[in-house]
């Protein structure tokens, strides 16, 4: 394999990664393909399948009984394929309340939770995971317990804790 940096060669380093492309900065991926470059150093990761990793976070966002971080919050927002303005509509309150709630300003209210919850678990999921898409995702400072998912011939399922 070549580096798509500088054409150098990739040598396999690793098969695990802390995903902050993701837009949250405790979920660790296992079985996936970590890559260095001989020439320049740049790293590479191999994630297949992202739109079922996606649902699979997803999945363990809704379901876990702790309230959604600010990070978390705007995960599920991008996971559904909606903007801040119409996520805002959707949720009838104004895009600066929105933002506020996905940068941590305002405690998000336990009534809105649930509702993203449920709009989770009954909307059907985006599944373009354009390279531009995933360069909007911002990576934010780490405040909860890790995520970590393995990757299995089925697809990924959340990795057991030690």
């Known amino acids: 394999m070549k580096c798509a940096e500088c054409g150098g060669n990739l040598k396999v380093t690793g098969d695990t990664h802390r995903y902050v492309e993701s837009g949250l ?7 996936v393909q970590v890559r260095k470059c001989d020439k320049c150093g ?8 992202i739109a079922g ?19 978390e919050f705007r995960f599920l927002r991008q996971y559904l394929g909606q903007s801040s303005m119409d996520f805002a ?5 104004t895009p600066e309340t929105l933002s506020r709630w996905e940068n941590a300003k305002r405690d998000i209210p336990p ?15 985006r599944t373009d995971y ?6 909007k995702i911002r990576p934010t400072a780490p405040k909860n317990a890790r995520m970590e998912l393995r990757l299995r011939k089925e697809g990924w399922e959340a990795e057991k804790a030690a």
């Open 111 to 125: 009534v809105v939770d649930r509702v993203v919850r449920l709009l989770v678990v009954t909307t059907q999921p």
């Open 89 to 93: 509509k959707t949720l009838g309150v």
């Open 42 to 49: 740049e790293d590479e990761v191999a994630i297949p399948n």
């Open 130 to 135: 354009s390279a531009d898409m995933l360069a």
């Open 25 to 31: 900065p405790n979920v660790v991926l296992h079985g």
């Open 53 to 71: 990793l996606h649902r699979r976070i997803a999945a363990m966002l809704v379901t876990r009984n702790s309230a959604l971080a600010a990070a």
